[in-house]
Protein backbone atom coordinates (compact mmCIF):
# COMPACT_ATOMS: atom_id res chain seq x y z
CA UNK A 1 0.00 0.00 0.00
CA UNK A 2 1.50 3.34 -1.17
CA UNK A 3 1.66 6.11 1.49
CA UNK A 4 1.33 9.41 -0.11
CA UNK A 5 3.49 12.33 0.41
CA UNK A 6 2.30 15.19 1.73
CA UNK A 7 3.41 18.59 0.43
CA UNK A 8 4.27 20.96 2.70
CA UNK A 9 3.88 24.43 1.30
CA UNK A 10 6.45 27.35 2.02
CA UNK A 11 4.00 30.45 3.64
CA UNK A 12 5.51 33.47 1.71
CA UNK A 13 8.29 35.66 4.33
CA UNK A 14 7.80 39.66 5.23
CA UNK A 15 8.92 42.02 2.47
CA UNK A 16 11.09 45.11 2.87
CA UNK A 17 11.56 47.87 0.85
CA UNK A 18 14.48 50.84 0.91
CA UNK A 19 13.27 54.31 0.28
CA UNK A 20 16.20 56.71 -0.78
CA UNK A 21 15.56 60.52 0.58
CA UNK A 22 16.70 63.63 -0.79
CA UNK A 23 19.39 64.85 -1.97
CA UNK A 24 20.11 62.09 -4.39
CA UNK A 25 20.44 61.71 -7.99
CA UNK A 26 19.72 58.55 -10.27
CA UNK A 27 22.21 58.80 -13.37
CA UNK A 28 20.59 55.27 -14.21
CA UNK A 29 21.47 52.48 -16.75
CA UNK A 30 21.67 50.07 -13.67
CA UNK A 31 24.74 52.33 -12.07
CA UNK A 32 24.38 53.00 -8.69
CA UNK A 33 22.04 55.68 -7.18
CA UNK A 34 24.47 58.95 -5.66
CA UNK A 35 23.20 59.98 -2.45
CA UNK A 36 25.26 63.01 0.18
CA UNK A 37 26.04 62.27 3.97
CA UNK A 38 22.77 64.20 4.48
CA UNK A 39 20.38 61.99 2.70
CA UNK A 40 18.31 59.73 4.78
CA UNK A 41 16.98 56.20 4.36
CA UNK A 42 14.26 54.31 5.90
CA UNK A 43 12.90 50.75 5.61
CA UNK A 44 9.27 49.68 5.60
CA UNK A 45 8.08 45.92 5.90
CA UNK A 46 4.51 44.20 5.72
CA UNK A 47 3.47 40.45 6.24
CA UNK A 48 1.69 39.19 3.46
CA UNK A 49 -1.53 36.96 3.83
CA UNK A 50 -0.91 33.65 2.86
CA UNK A 51 -4.44 31.29 3.11
CA UNK A 52 -5.91 34.32 5.03
CA UNK A 53 -3.35 34.06 7.28
CA UNK A 54 -0.33 36.64 8.44
CA UNK A 55 1.53 36.11 11.73
CA UNK A 56 2.65 39.84 11.67
CA UNK A 57 6.17 41.60 11.03
CA UNK A 58 8.65 40.87 14.02
CA UNK A 59 11.45 43.03 13.24
CA UNK A 60 13.82 44.43 10.24
CA UNK A 61 17.38 43.88 10.26
CA UNK A 62 20.08 46.38 8.77
CA UNK A 63 23.56 46.40 7.41
CA UNK A 64 25.54 49.04 6.28
CA UNK A 65 28.72 47.86 4.46
CA UNK A 66 31.00 45.75 6.66
CA UNK A 67 29.33 46.67 9.77
CA UNK A 68 27.07 43.66 11.27
CA UNK A 69 22.70 43.52 11.41
CA UNK A 70 21.28 45.59 13.60
CA UNK A 71 18.15 45.83 14.04
CA UNK A 72 15.89 48.95 12.10
CA UNK A 73 14.71 51.15 14.61
CA UNK A 74 14.54 54.76 12.40
CA UNK A 75 15.95 56.35 8.89
CA UNK A 76 19.93 56.43 9.09
CA UNK A 77 22.48 57.68 6.80
CA UNK A 78 26.11 56.59 5.28
CA UNK A 79 28.83 57.85 6.62
CA UNK A 80 32.17 59.07 5.35
CA UNK A 81 34.37 58.48 3.78
CA UNK A 82 33.18 59.27 0.01
CA UNK A 83 32.88 55.89 -2.11
CA UNK A 84 30.88 52.76 -3.00
CA UNK A 85 28.33 51.70 0.20
CA UNK A 86 26.49 49.04 0.70
CA UNK A 87 22.81 48.36 2.36
CA UNK A 88 21.65 44.82 2.86
CA UNK A 89 18.03 44.39 4.74
CA UNK A 90 15.26 41.71 5.71
CA UNK A 91 12.44 41.45 7.80
CA UNK A 92 11.10 38.38 9.79
CA UNK A 93 7.36 37.33 10.75
CA UNK A 94 6.24 35.96 14.39
CA UNK A 95 6.61 32.54 13.14
CA UNK A 96 10.47 32.33 11.90
CA UNK A 97 9.81 33.30 8.58
CA UNK A 98 12.68 35.21 7.02
CA UNK A 99 12.67 36.84 3.97
CA UNK A 100 15.81 37.09 2.17
CA UNK A 101 18.56 39.78 2.30
CA UNK A 102 18.49 42.39 -0.20
CA UNK A 103 21.10 44.43 -1.20
CA UNK A 104 21.99 47.84 -2.93
CA UNK A 105 25.00 49.75 -3.78
CA UNK A 106 24.77 53.55 -3.29
CA UNK A 107 27.56 55.98 -4.26
CA UNK A 108 28.15 58.40 -1.25
CA UNK A 109 29.25 62.06 -2.83
CA UNK A 110 30.34 64.11 0.12
CA UNK A 111 32.58 66.51 -1.81
CA UNK A 112 31.65 69.78 -3.35
CA UNK A 113 32.69 70.54 -6.57
CA UNK A 114 35.73 73.40 -7.14
CA UNK A 115 35.04 76.36 -9.56
CA UNK A 116 37.72 78.45 -11.37
CA UNK A 117 37.77 81.83 -12.89
CA UNK A 118 39.90 82.39 -16.53
CA UNK A 119 40.09 85.30 -18.38
CA UNK A 120 39.50 85.12 -22.41
CA UNK A 121 41.02 87.57 -24.58
CA UNK A 122 42.20 91.42 -24.03
CA UNK A 123 44.91 91.61 -21.57
CA UNK A 124 45.32 91.45 -17.97
CA UNK A 125 48.18 92.79 -15.18
CA UNK A 126 48.37 91.14 -11.94
CA UNK A 127 46.48 93.29 -9.57
CA UNK A 128 47.44 94.64 -6.21
CA UNK A 129 47.18 91.43 -3.93
CA UNK A 130 46.65 88.10 -5.47
CA UNK A 131 43.60 88.09 -5.60
CA UNK A 132 42.99 90.12 -8.02
CA UNK A 133 44.00 91.42 -11.51
CA UNK A 134 43.89 94.14 -14.11
CA UNK A 135 41.98 93.61 -17.42
CA UNK A 136 41.10 95.35 -20.57
CA UNK A 137 37.60 96.24 -21.44
CA UNK A 138 37.61 93.73 -24.23
CA UNK A 139 38.28 90.70 -21.31
CA UNK A 140 35.65 88.46 -21.38
CA UNK A 141 36.03 86.21 -17.63
CA UNK A 142 34.35 82.53 -17.94
CA UNK A 143 33.47 80.04 -15.25
CA UNK A 144 34.35 76.81 -14.85
CA UNK A 145 34.16 73.18 -12.46
CA UNK A 146 34.88 70.53 -11.71
CA UNK A 147 33.64 68.08 -9.06
CA UNK A 148 36.82 65.48 -7.94
CA UNK A 149 36.18 61.68 -7.84
CA UNK A 150 36.97 60.13 -4.39
CA UNK A 151 37.75 56.79 -4.24
CA UNK A 152 35.55 56.57 -7.69
CA UNK A 153 32.82 58.47 -6.49
CA UNK A 154 31.64 62.18 -8.17
CA UNK A 155 28.28 63.09 -9.12
CA UNK A 156 29.20 65.98 -11.09
CA UNK A 157 28.20 69.15 -11.44
CA UNK A 158 24.43 70.70 -11.63
CA UNK A 159 25.26 74.74 -11.35
CA UNK A 160 28.00 77.48 -11.54
CA UNK A 161 26.66 80.52 -10.00
CA UNK A 162 27.95 84.14 -9.66
CA UNK A 163 27.90 87.52 -8.21
CA UNK A 164 29.15 90.68 -8.79
CA UNK A 165 29.79 93.53 -5.95
CA UNK A 166 27.64 91.53 -3.77
CA UNK A 167 24.56 91.14 -6.30
CA UNK A 168 22.50 88.58 -6.96
CA UNK A 169 23.27 85.13 -7.36
CA UNK A 170 23.01 84.02 -11.12
CA UNK A 171 23.52 80.91 -12.91
CA UNK A 172 26.37 81.51 -14.95
CA UNK A 173 26.14 80.11 -18.86
CA UNK A 174 28.19 82.24 -21.16
CA UNK A 175 31.85 84.33 -20.64
CA UNK A 176 30.88 87.57 -19.11
CA UNK A 177 32.13 91.35 -19.82
CA UNK A 178 32.16 93.64 -17.00
CA UNK A 179 31.58 97.75 -17.28
CA UNK A 180 34.90 99.87 -16.40
CA UNK A 181 35.06 99.84 -12.31
CA UNK A 182 36.49 97.18 -9.85
CA UNK A 183 34.34 94.42 -9.67
CA UNK A 184 34.34 91.98 -6.59
CA UNK A 185 33.46 88.49 -8.58
CA UNK A 186 32.36 85.94 -5.97
CA UNK A 187 31.40 82.55 -7.19
CA UNK A 188 30.52 78.72 -6.85
CA UNK A 189 29.43 75.55 -8.42
CA UNK A 190 26.83 72.54 -6.54
CA UNK A 191 26.86 69.27 -7.62
CA UNK A 192 23.56 66.95 -8.72
CA UNK A 193 23.80 65.68 -4.82
CA UNK A 194 23.37 69.61 -3.53
CA UNK A 195 27.33 69.62 -2.01
CA UNK A 196 27.59 73.73 -2.47
CA UNK A 197 31.43 75.15 -2.62
CA UNK A 198 32.15 77.83 -0.27
CA UNK A 199 32.07 81.11 -2.50
CA UNK A 200 35.14 81.95 -3.74
CA UNK A 201 36.11 85.91 -4.83
CA UNK A 202 38.58 87.76 -7.26
CA UNK A 203 38.88 91.44 -7.59
CA UNK A 204 38.52 91.86 -11.32
CA UNK A 205 39.65 95.57 -12.10
CA UNK A 206 38.71 96.94 -15.64
CA UNK A 207 40.62 99.47 -16.70
CA UNK A 208 39.36 101.63 -19.98
CA UNK A 209 40.77 104.65 -19.83
CA UNK A 210 43.95 105.05 -21.53
CA UNK A 211 46.89 107.07 -19.91
CA UNK A 212 47.52 110.64 -19.94
CA UNK A 213 50.67 112.44 -21.41
CA UNK A 214 51.73 115.71 -19.96
CA UNK A 215 54.29 118.19 -21.46
Known amino acids: RQRRRRRRLRRPSAASSLTIGSPS ?12 PATRFSLAAADPLSGGVAAGLRLISLRRGADPFMVYASSFGLTAPDGLKTVEHFADDNVGNVETAQSKTFALDGTAPATSLSAQGGRQHPGPDAASFYASADTRLALSA ?5 DTVASGVALIEYQDNGGPLQSFGAALSLAEGRHALSYRSRDRVENLEVLRSTAVLIDATPPVTTV
Open 25 to 36: FDPGAGQPVFVA
Open 146 to 150: ADPIV
